[in-house]
């Protein structure tokens, strides 16, 4: 642990570093806590470039918080859509909700009400408070935590709750109490841009001299990498109905249940939003989805022709998902409970997962239909 002159040479050499060089992005331009709080919440799990024209367009619907909270949760979904990890945006909303019912909609200073808030861990309330109200919080999440572990030659997996605590305890330390913010910001650049996972660029380091792991010879082995769970293979079928004016169906979002989901639930594999009828497929997709269809539609059981599409390929976390879409063409879109039926170019309308959007994409892609090697009967 660094101490006096030391910590303070490490101190001013990384704010230095961070001064001149740190990226110009759009929630780095505020102060407002609601709009640090949206791009905390977009930033987790999806890279920057990602997120910034998703933060610029859910601001210019959802200003603030009151527009936020009274918004249809479908309408935030919509503008979610293609985000991916869709909880964060049910939580973000119910948030909203509650700060308008608790905190007359300005956003909590006090770190007991932010982390009361659903999806704010101690990570993104050290975030907000720091950067928006300049509280001496530290962050640490994986990109930190790494640094940390590199500066100090940690090993060990650094997730083991001990050593995350004290991995915490080392971020306090380091804090500077004059400008957390911009401390909090510049630890968690150099994790993104210099120190990354992989080939850290110790060349370019501004903390270099301070960095066990570059004197050890070998960075990059720091920290010790985790095993990943085993990937679980998937295989769904989807039906992509077709009239002759491009119309489909969708079926609308899933309930919560109370019980653990499996892990080919379709519900959960669709984010509980819009989609297509799908099924989870164990041997013949054929077979499956036909049953599928005719318990959804028991007026039309037998009748629905089922002509295979390009296959789609998804991976969400720890499963690879293979969808089999089958254009179904019909007449006219039989009626379900609920459903709707819009014109499948216009799928973007409504609240979609990545998922059903690259299964759209198939469907609309001429070369969908030739392309497709058929499932086995
Ligand atoms: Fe990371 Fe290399 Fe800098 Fe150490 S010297 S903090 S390993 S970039």
New binding site residues.
């Given amino acids: 642990m660094l101490k006096g002159r030391d910590l303070a040479s490490f101190r001013k050499q990384l704010l230095d570093w961070f001064y001149q060089f740190r990226r110009d992005l759009p929630w780095r331009r505020t102060k407002d806590p609601y709009r640090i709080w949206i791009s905390e919440i977009m930033l987790q799990q999806t890279r920057v470039a990602a997120v910034i024209p998703y933060y610029e367009r859910f601001l210019a619907r959802f200003p603030d918080m009151r527009a936020l909270a009274e918004a249809p949760e479908e309408e935030v979904l919509r503008y979610w859509s293609g985000l991916g990890y869709y909880s964060r945006a049910r939580n973000l909303q119910k948030a909203a909700q509650l700060i308008v019912a608790h905190h007359a909609g300005e956003f909590p200073r006090e770190a007991t009400d932010v982390l009361a808030l659903p999806g704010i861990g101690n990570y993104t309330a050290a975030a907000i408070l720091s950067i928006a109200f300049g509280a001496k919080r530290a962050v640490l999440d994986g990109n930190v935590a790494r640094?940390l572990a590199?500066?100090g030659a940690i090993r060990g997996d650094l997730r083991e709750s001990r050593r995350w605590r004290a991995l915490q305890e080392t971020a306090g330390k380091l804090l500077v109490p004059e400008t957390p913010g911009d401390w909090n910001q510049a630890m968690m650049e150099?994790g993104a841009m210099?120190?990354m996972p992989r080939a850290?660029?110790?060349l370019?380091?501004p903390?270099?001299k301070f960095?066990r792991?570059?004197i050890s010879g070998d960075?990059e082995s720091?920290p010790e990498k985790r095993k990943n769970r085993e990937v679980v293979q998937i295989v769904l079928a989807a039906a992509v109905f077709f009239t002759p004016r491009g119309e489909t169906l969708f079926l609308p979002p899933p309930r919560k249940t109370q019980h653990k989901p499996a892990d080919d639930d379709v519900a959960t594999l669709v984010s509980r939003m819009w989609h297509f009828p799908t099924v989870a497929i164990r041997k013949n997709a054929y077979t499956e989805l036909e049953s599928f269809l005719a318990h959804l539609l028991p007026s039309r059981k037998g009748t629905l022709p089922l002509e295979p599409l390009k296959r789609v390929r998804h991976a969400v976390t720890y499963r690879n998902v293979t969808v089999l879409p089958f254009r179904i063409t019909v007449a006219k879109i039989p009626r379900v409970r609920g459903a709707r039926s819009i014109r499948l170019e216009d799928f973007s309308m409504l609240a979609v997962s990545n998922l059903t959007r690259k299964i759209a994409k198939a469907a609309l892609s001429p070369s969908s239909a030739a392309a497709s090697k058929p499932p086995k009967r």
């Fill in positions: 640094v590199r500066l150099l210099v120190c850290p660029q110790c370019l380091c903390v270099a960095c792991a570059r960075p720091f």
